[in-house]
């Protein structure tokens, strides 16, 4: 006998779980918060405003109604002016979903965590503060962003966001890092192994994560002279110079004389690249870890190629977040603290009902439901809720083809 899983059980559970953590209250008779949740699930699946997902759902309050719900939920309260208190929130929505059997699961051993920043285009000017957007490289026609940092679990190919920081161009790595970590920490993750990007090969990265006792892996930037050079190469660019793969110890050292060190294992992985993206010939990644051991150099290439999948993890967040032209940072960060929840409902959907339960590990079946079908099906609830706007009224009178056909409706 197979159960059912239908719109109504998601749309139940994910609303359960904003109410809940988000602790959202009525604003009025017209707009309770169930309503607000709908509106908000609508903006999220279709991609599109909050205000534009009001105007498309005719039975919702007006535009202006839902925003001052929104931000009276989002700033009522003796602590609405804690910028801190909407991300706390996220946070223990997101970590809802790691139940008490997952929970079990997670204390039996040590599992990978991947670290990454995500960096959201913005072409507008900062709301109070300069330092609320970060510089980077050029991306959708701007050089500015709102930036985010998450963690993540990675836990037999399925991925749970544990933690979500909003990142500002005066936040150091290192204790946006400590942040992620300490709230892993609270959920009873152990981590196996960090697996992070380049943008944290710093000194006081690695400095933090040895002092924490953070076993931890990621990619070496290469620095230092070129082989032309009279001298030779030197920094990590001796590396690149490398003919077969192996080990070596290497100490970053930060500018100045005075700069602290940090030690470290480097281990080379090299690969020929037939043809990959229009380039032939070896290929040398360089891969810097400590407090652990890989089985070898292969081993470690494939082990830190789980973190990739944290890349997919925030498409699949665009595509559940929804769109803002607002300069408020707190009303952003819930656009996409939203996504990232509907997200993890997903995650947790095809891990404790849509998976085949067999000898040893279950079956994931991921054919069920994907992601986009959940969108769906949220919207589909928030339409039986609040209506369908499948009416247009024009202002011309119908053209012919418009016009029923004289035969239509006979036998």
């Given amino acids: 006998m197979k159960s059912i899983l239908t719109s109504a059980h998601v749309q139940d559970h994910a609303a359960g779980l904003v109410q809940q953590h988000l602790r959202l209250k009525d604003y009025k008779d017209s707009c309770p918060a169930s309503c607000l949740v709908a509106i908000l699930f609508t903006a999220c699946c279709r991609a599109i405003s909050f205000s534009a997902a009001c105007k498309s759902l005719p039975n919702a309050p007006s535009h202006e109604t839902a925003r001052k719900a929104l931000l009276f939920n989002l700033y009522d309260g003796p602590d609405g002016d804690d910028p801190d208190r909407l991300r706390r929130r996220l946070e223990r929505a997101l970590g809802h979903c790691i139940t008490r059997p997952l929970r079990r699961l997670l204390r039996r051993r040590r599992h990978r965590i991947a670290c990454d920043l995500t960096l959201c285009p913005y072409h507008g000017q900062p709301c109070s503060d300069d330092n609320e957007v970060v510089r980077g490289q ?124 940090a030690r470290v294992r480097i281990a080379v992985y090299l690969r020929y690249r037939k043809g990959r993206r229009g380039k032939r010939g070896k290929e040398r990644l ?23 999948g944290i890349e997919s993890s925030y498409r699949q967040m665009n595509e559940g977040r929804a769109r803002t032209c607002t300069r408020d940072p707190q009303w952003r960060l819930l656009l996409i603290g939203l996504a990232l929840l509907l997200r993890n409902v997903w995650v947790w959907l095809h891990h404790e009902v849509l998976s085949s339960p067999r000898r040893g590990r279950r079956r994931y079946n991921p054919e069920r439901l994907p992601f986009k079908r959940l969108l769906k099906w949220l919207e589909h609830e928030a339409e ?20 029923p056909s004289p035969c239509q409706g006979r036998p």
């Fill in 286 to 308: 360089a891969y810097a870890f400590w407090g652990w051991q890989p089985g070898s150099v292969r081993k470690l290439h494939e082990d830190y190629r789980l973190r990739f």
């Fill in 384 to 403: 039986k809720a609040l209506g369908c706007l499948d009416t247009i009224a024009y202002d011309r009178p119908p053209p012919q083809e418009l016009l």
């Fill in 138 to 261: 050029a991306k959708s026609g701007t050089t500015h962003f709102h930036a985010y940092a998450t963690a993540y679990l990675v836990l037999r190919g399925e991925r749970f966001t544990l933690a979500l920081r909003y990142v500002r161009a005066d936040d150091k790595t290192e204790v946006v890092l400590r942040g992620l970590m300490q709230r892993c920490a609270q959920l009873g993750v152990r981590p196996k192994v960090v697996l992070l990007d380049r943008g944290y090969w710093k000194v006081a990265v690695i400095r933090y994560l040895q002092a924490a006792r953070y076993p931890f892996a990621m990619p070496v930037i290469t620095q230092g002279r070129k082989p032309s050079h009279p001298k030779g190469p030197s920094g990590t660019r001796v590396f690149q110079t490398w003919n077969k793969g192996g080990y070596a110890d290497y100490t970053l050292q930060e500018t100045g004389r005075k700069g602290r060190k």
